[in-house]
């Protein structure tokens, strides 16, 4: 099924067209529930199909897991704070989540920027996360690792690296920071987002928990086989947020300047501005470029920021170019697999759509 919505008489490629693109690439993905959609300038196209017979809910208005595609979202209620004086980039998380207590000399060192940016020397998750995960590994890894064991982790840890001398991909590092920012402003971590991000950018249908009966997709393993909805445990930060696909284009539209309500709140329309701007270089040659929580590449139609994620059983991938309004946001149902060609079909809408 596809959804089209009218176009400006000025717009470049119409709705039609890109329903046709769309139509294209769904044939490539092979899930239970797929939804791919964009938007150009607020003008938005949704396509919605698999394997699956359709349920009661349409696949749009369903909400997705996001996994580590939550991070953005961390990353804009940072800046946010930033913008409003409330933390800076530079204050030191040991010292917002306890003070006075005895921490490795690195672990002292660590900032706000680091823990975002994935900076701050810390491991992928803690090095006991695993005993207890392994077990469960298909079902429930991190619902047995509760908040107050995550900062316990980062308060004894020992860094392999000083802190903003290499980049390694960090769900720990992201979890302490959400636990950071929620000691820092005496909020808990669900309704701070809800208050700093969700709300002001009108985000009704994204949340961190379940949602009511029948208002969740559902995620499958490869052989289709259905996965219990994900519990993230203490590392809520780094990949609870649950969003339908619409409210994923609001929420990309909000950083292209393609939501028809622009954000009037300095501090919020600050925080977008910032999450956009590229801060640092790695890999080889210095090749790969990110801003505070986006991936950031070039293509042939200018510069593109993204993020995909993966849970036990759902995938979700976001991306925007800033420079041309575009905004593309993807869901499907299906755990990730080696041959799998769910992120490199969004990543090619992002990409290489004119």
Not at 75 to 96: F, S
Not at 164 to 193: K, M
Not at 249 to 256: I, Q
Not at 336 to 353: K, P, Q, W
């Amino acid at each position: 099924m596809t959804e089209v919505t009218a176009a400006p008489a000025t717009a470049p490629v119409s709705p039609a067209a890109t329903a046709r693109v769309l139509a294209e690439a769904a044939r490539a993905v092979d899930a239970p529930d797929l939804v791919l959609a964009v938007s150009r300038n607020g003008v938005r196209t949704v396509h919605t199909g698999g394997s699956a017979e359709p349920g009661p809910v349409p696949r749009e208005l369903m909400a997705y897991e996001l996994g580590s595609a939550s991070k953005p979202y961390a990353g804009l209620l940072l800046a946010r704070l930033v913008a409003q004086g409330r933390v800076r980039y530079e204050d030191r998380a040991a010292d917002l989540l306890a003070p006075g207590f005895p921490v490795h000399p690195a672990v002292r060192r660590i900032t706000l920027r680091h823990l975002l940016t994935h900076t701050s020397g810390l491991p992928g998750l803690p090095a006991d996360f695993y005993p207890q995960a392994v077990p469960r590994w298909s079902t429930d890894p991190y619902g047995g690792y509760p908040a107050d064991r995550v900062v316990r982790a980062f308060l004894r840890a020992r860094p392999r690296h000083r802190p903003g001398t290499r980049w390694r991909y960090s769900n720990f590092a992201v979890s302490v920071l959400g636990h950071t920012l929620a000691a820092a402003t005496g909020t808990p971590w669900e309704v701070l987002l809800h208050q700093q991000v969700l709300a002001p950018l009108g985000l009704d249908a994204t949340r961190v928990r379940p949602g009511p009966d029948g208002t969740d997709a559902v995620g499958h393993r490869r052989d289709g086989t259905p996965v219990p909805a994900l519990d993230t445990g203490g590392f809520t930060a780094a990949g609870a947020v649950r969003a339908t696909p619409l409210d994923l284009l609001t929420f990309l539209e909000a950083h292209t300047g393609g939501a028809a309500d622009s954000p009037t709140d300095s501090s919020l329309a600050a925080a977008l501005t910032e999450v956009t701007r590229p801060v640092l270089r790695r890999g080889r040659r210095h090749a790969h470029t990110h801003t505070l929580t986006w991936f950031h590449h070039p293509s042939p139609y200018g510069p593109v920021l993204f993020h995909a994620g993966a849970t036990l059983g759902q995938q979700a991938f976001l991306g925007f170019r800033p420079g041309t309004g575009l905004a593309v946001a993807a869901t499907a149902t299906r755990r990730v697999h080696r041959a799998d060609t769910f992120v490199a079909t969004a990543y090619g809408l992002l990409t290489e759509t004119p």
